[in-house]
């Protein structure tokens, strides 16, 4: 679960690293009575949404005056914004952050995020000088500039490992106790909120001599969120696909792509190995849909009808082992689907395992318009392009 850079910061916050005063605004009037509230003679104007690239995008602004935040609030309230990470559809912007202008003039930029490393299965910081950057751009065009520290749990984050940074961040020694103590927090952060990333880019050194994070992109463990009550308050759904968060609640896993075969699959690696076969023979998977070893029929009717109501799909694939989920419910769920929701594209169906032979029997008598029948995984990715084409 992500969530939007003002809330990133409330949770750097409490962990003791700095970040810039702020307040959030859903509107102009609030967006100037923050600014007000911050007191100074400058402000950044933040657009809040969950994807990189805001500030090449328009999404923030320098204020030099209460009045300038109300014409930029104006602006950008309401505004579709299309980063390289919102697709060519964009986000619309619902709410701003107001934040403190900083010293910057001779101020240093760097990156520094902590993700987890899972080839070495411990958390790894990676840092760089060349903060503002996409790091993606950084390790194209400049993968020498690129730290990466691994920090081992079962020891934590030590002095040697701040060290390591700071020498290749090319931090001062003078300074490099206040970095320390800027990256323990991050780790502490990572840690003790479950978090999968927590990236800053960029924290800077002001020209007072201090760390601070001046983005925020935290993400979270979705598994180890009923420990943290505080930060599912902070989701945002209308920032998240529709049709996923409608799948959430009937237990499904699906995730929306850009393609035209949707699939319908059960366990996450079977669905992986379905798009990848997909891809090998030339056509486009449309979704990453996993019902589960406990799927109903009632569960397979829901998937077919998300799936469906991506105008984009051409064709279903149904590839499903029957071990613990039965094949006949399956079945059984793709009868219950023809009757609710109109399926006017070819579905392909690979039933394998536990009940295969009943649930060929299902569909055979059921009579499905446009079902095609396959015999293997292959088979069924070939039959899938074709009918499309």
């Not at 699939?263 to 076969?277: E, P, Q």
Request: proline share 3%; charged share 25%; with cysteine.
């Amino acid at each position: 679960m992500n969530i939007h850079e003002y809330q990133g910061k409330i949770i750097l916050k409490k962990y003791g690293v700095e970040v810039p005063s702020g307040e959030v605004a859903f509107t102009v009037d609030e967006a100037k009575e923050a600014a007000r509230r911050l007191g100074g003679n400058l402000w950044v104007v933040k657009a809040q949404i969950h994807a990189g690239g805001r500030g090449k995008a328009g999404g923030v602004k320098i204020a030099k005056s209460v009045e300038e935040v109300g014409t930029l609030a104006h602006d950008l309230l309401g505004k579709t914004l299309v980063t390289h990470q919102t697709g060519p559809d964009g986000k619309k912007i619902g709410k701003l952050y107001i934040e403190e202008g900083l010293p910057m003039q001779n101020a240093k930029e760097f990156y520094i995020a902590i993700v987890l490393d899972r080839t070495l299965e411990m958390p790894i910081f990676i840092a760089s000088t060349e903060g503002g950057m996409e790091i993606e751009e950084v390790a194209e065009k400049n993968p020498e500039k690129i730290i990466k520290v691994p920090v081992d749990p079962t020891i934590g984050f030590r002095s040697f490992h701040a060290l390591e940074l700071a020498l290749g961040l090319g931090i001062a020694k003078e300074h490099q106790g206040h970095f320390a103590a800027f990256a323990k927090g991050l780790y502490d952060v990572f840690l003790g909120e479950d978090a999968e990333q927590v990236e800053i880019n960029p924290m800077v050194f002001t020209d007072d001599h201090r760390f601070v994070a001046l983005d925020a992109k935290l993400g979270f463990d979705n598994n180890a969120l009923y420990r943290h009550k505080d930060i599912l308050e902070m989701r945002d759904l209308s920032e998240e696909e529709p049709s996923e968060v409608e799948a959430g609640h009937y237990g499904l896993s699906y995730v929306k792509l850009d393609g035209n075969v949707g699939c319908m699959v059960n366990g996450a690696g079977l669905a992986m190995a379905t798009m990848d076969i997909i891809k090998y023979e030339g056509g486009q998977p449309a979704n990453f849909l996993d019902v589960g070893g406990g799927a109903s029929p009632e569960t397979v009717a829901k998937g077919f009808e998300i799936i469906l109501g991506d105008k984009n799909v051409k064709a279903i694939f149904v590839n499903i082992f029957g071990g613990i989920v039965r094949c006949d419910r399956v079945a059984n769920g793709i009868l219950e689907a023809t009757k609710l929701t109109k399926v006017e594209v070819p579905i392909v169906v690979r039933l394998d395992g536990t009940n295969a032979k009943e649930a060929a029997e299902i569909l055979a008598k059921a009579n499905i318009k446009n079902l095609i029948v396959a015999s293997d995984l292959k088979d069924g990715a070939r039959k899938a392009i074709n009918a499309i084409k």
